[in-house]
């Protein structure tokens, strides 16, 4: 809290906590949020490769209830606050589009020449590569790349290398019971 309160203002702060658990004074003071979801089976795959080299990460990853409790929560939120839901598909798809909405929400005028930049440095292929993004000079002893790296593959889709057709059926039931209540879209491939 400390160091948030002593970042100067416009801030960024990154968290996973759910809405009920965010501070009050983010929407007392009409704080601006952007979120990135992206679909449950790739969420559960890519927790699956997480959990090969960090085992607590399945722990920290439930700890706040269901990912399905967790997204509708701040899909609910962002009727009522000033909260940009974007979804990682529609991101891979049309990343200029998604960026320009970015830019929109942030009251952000940028030359084409920085959005092109803004684009490049974006990009799964260069964000895999850059340490700053990558983790790879961060937690030493705890994430071991060479089991899995923190940034796999970047492809939508892919979960259904590793879900067999039964599993697939059993989830895609629990998913429309679960999420019968909501408007809420996810796409699982493209």
Known sequence: LELAEAMPSPRTIKTHLPVQLV????????????????NVS??????RFVHLWLPMVFFFS???GSWYD???GWWKAKD?????????EDMKENPKQEIQKILKFLEKDVTEEVLNKI?????????KENPMTNYTKDF????????????RKGAVGDWKNYFTVAQNKKFDEDYRKKMADTSLVFRTEL
């Open 23 to 38: 501070p009050p004074s983010i929407w007392e003071q009409n704080c601006k949020t952007m979120l990135i979801r992206i």
């Open 119 to 127: 684009l490049h440095h974006t990009s799964f292929e260069i964000m």
């Open 80 to 88: 009522k606050h000033r909260i940009l839901y974007l979804f990682y």
């Open 70 to 72: 967790h997204v509708k």
């Open 42 to 47: 790739a969420t559960d795959t890519s927790r």
């Open 140 to 151: 030493p002893g705890i994430m071991d790349h060479s089991i899995s790296p923190f940034m």
């Open 62 to 64: 439930v700890l706040w």
